[in-house]
């Protein structure tokens, strides 16, 4: 079982969106910025590693996103934690992403996402997302 941890990034109404490297597995695609949980790390802490990792940025992890979390892919099971996310600074260097976007949420179907994220983006439309400012 792989376990990942990934980040919901809200900032004034929008969704910051990231698009797979092209090299890298599922490329092209775009996802929430995270990746796999290490050795003793709560998904909460891989989520504020992975995007400081990846974007350069500190946040604050808020709270779990109630959303399915167990997927069946070609390249293995995997266990996804999504947790809405404030950004404390902006860098978003590029890293794991070839570029990001801040989508609202009508438009977040204006990119391909990685099929297991699909389910995020109903309860993302489901939220009010002036609760996270
Ligand atoms: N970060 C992230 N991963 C996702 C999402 N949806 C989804 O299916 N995944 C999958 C893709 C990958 O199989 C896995 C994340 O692992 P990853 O490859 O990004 O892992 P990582 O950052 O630790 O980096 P690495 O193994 O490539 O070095 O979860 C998502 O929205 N965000």
């Not at 910051?16 to 490297?21: C, Q």
């Not at 994220?117 to 400012?133: C, Y």
Request: with cysteine.
């Amino acid at each position: 079982m792989i376990k990942v941890a990934a980040a919901v990034i809200v900032s004034e109404g929008k969704i910051l969106a990231a698009k797979r490297k092209n090299e890298r597995l599922g490329g092209g695609f775009w996802e929430f910025p995270g990746g796999k949980l290490e050795p003793g790390e709560t998904p909460k802490q891989a989520c504020q590693r992975e995007v400081a990792e990846e974007l350069g940025d500190q946040c604050e992890v808020l709270e779990r996103i109630d959303v399915s979390r167990h997927f069946e892919t070609p390249y293995g099971e995997l266990e996804i934690d999504f947790f809405w996310t404030k950004l404390k600074t902006y860098n978003l260097k590029l890293v794991a992403a070839s570029e990001y976007r801040w989508l609202t949420p009508e438009q977040l179907e204006s990119v391909t996402w990685l099929k297991p994220s699909e389910p995020v983006l109903e309860v993302i439309k489901q939220t009010d997302l002036r609760k996270f400012e």
